[in-house]
């Protein structure tokens, strides 16, 4: 016979999103259970780190200084050509300006933080199947720790991460498009003769096919360096096309290698169905990921913090239908999903229509504007001088 461990609210995954997730189940009085399959939180780290200023405030996080690798100003934007258009404070009115995390302690700093509220953490335990039982789900595991192979939820929060598959045993629809699913490979490198060592930088173009290359500072001469590619744009791997990128940049050419991660990324936006009867998905497992940039730290955050919420007010009144987890489905429309929609549009504009010549055209514009405030729209004005008939179908975004 199994040996059942009975929870209200289980969390699989213990990413940004889980962890948020948890900790807001426990705080308004859920009994929550976070678990993962790996043996630390915080490992491998699968994105280049950084977020904006204010967004911690948002989720009511406060973190330690040693969760912070470096504190940003700006972004630089550089074309194929090598033109340079530079956003920092040195040009911008308001300032552009955030951190790059460390995420190995960051994820942990978060972590805590639910088992402060009240989880439960159980590390190297891994959902291996899940099934529907009256009231929830059962979901059998494989765990570091003998006491239990069973676990009983009334409510599942998935927060596995892109490429996840308890979305799958729910029965909903995750799959992302082969054209929509990015394949991406960092390297943290040390040793780089970085042009500024507190900016973020993007570079576009053939470098990248179908995505992008960036360096995002985390030390005077250390820095994540790395890619997103469509591999139905290029043959090349996400691996063969960073270390061409790696070997042409006179920032990088001389650098070391400490670390090496890669992943897929999916870029379609919030998936159509994201909640079902006891059931919800969060952060990179929702699809809360930035068509355009690939980044979703900051909405992994919030989604889980929402979804927490959510589903420790479903336990209390005693209601964990789809119709009262409704809530947190309409909460990601209005504030993640509807704007991410806008962002495809310009997604498919930058990765599918334009070549080398057209972005060396259009960061040249962007060096000589005007631009006090960085954002979508500022940076979509700009670019209309260069070419208003071609740029028309991004004017809804303005």
């Keep these: 016979m199994s040996n059942i461990k009975e929870v209200d609210v289980l969390v699989i995954g213990a990413g940004p999103a889980g962890s948020m997730a948890a900790r807001e189940a426990s705080k308004n009085g859920a009994k929550t259970l976070l678990i993962d ?85 159980m590390l190297r335990t891994e959902a291996t199947s899940m099934s529907r039982c009256d009231d929830g789900f059962i979901v059998s595991i494989k765990s570091f720790y003998d006491e239990y192979d069973t676990i009983k939820a009334r409510i599942v929060i998935g927060a596995d991460g892109p490429e996840g598959r308890i979305s799958s045993w729910a029965g909903i629809n995750t799959k992302v498009p082969l054209p929509e699913m990015e394949s991406g490979a960092q390297y943290e490198m040390t040793n780089l003769n970085m042009i500024n060592n507190k900016a973020i930088q993007f570079f576009f173009g053939s470098v990248a096919p179908g995505g992008y290359a960036w360096i995002f500072p985390k030390g005077y001469d250390t820095a994540n360096v790395g890619l997103d590619i469509s591999n139905v744009k290029t043959d090349k791997s996400a691996v063969e096309c960073l270390d061409e990128f790696i070997k042409q940049c006179d920032q990088t050419c001389d650098g070391e290698i400490v670390e090496l991660n890669v992943g897929g990324n999916p870029y379609c936006g919030v998936f159509d169905t994201i909640i079902d009867d006891n059931f919800m998905l969060v952060g990179d497992a929702a699809g809360c990921v930035s068509p355009i940039t690939g980044g979703g730290i900051d909405t992994a955050l919030e989604s889980g913090m929402i979804a927490g919420r959510v589903a420790a007010k479903a336990i209390n009144d005693n209601d964990c239908s789809k119709n009262k987890l409704q809530e947190y489905d309409d909460y990601i429309e209005e504030n993640i999903a509807k704007k991410f929609r806008k962002y495809i549009t310009l997604r498919d504009f930058l990765y599918d229509e334009l070549d080398d010549d057209d972005f060396n055209a259009y960061v040249g514009a962007l060096a000589k504007s005007n631009i006090t405030t960085l954002s979508t729209k500022s940076l979509i004005k700009a670019m209309l001088k260069v070419s208003p008939r071609r740029l028309f179908k991004l004017r809804k975004l303005l």
């Design 37 to 121: 399959k790996k043996a630390e939180i915080g490992t491998p780290k699968r994105c280049a780190e950084g977020i904006m200023d204010g967004v911690l405030e948002k989720v009511e996080l406060e973190i330690e200084d040693r969760c912070i690798a470096r504190h940003i100003d700006g972004a630089i934007i550089i074309s194929p050509d090598g033109n340079r258009a530079s956003f920092t404070s040195e040009n911008l009115e308001t300032p552009a300006t955030g951190i790059v995390l460390e995420r190995k302690v960051f994820d942990k700093h978060v972590a805590m933080d639910a088992i402060r509220a009240g989880s439960e953490v």
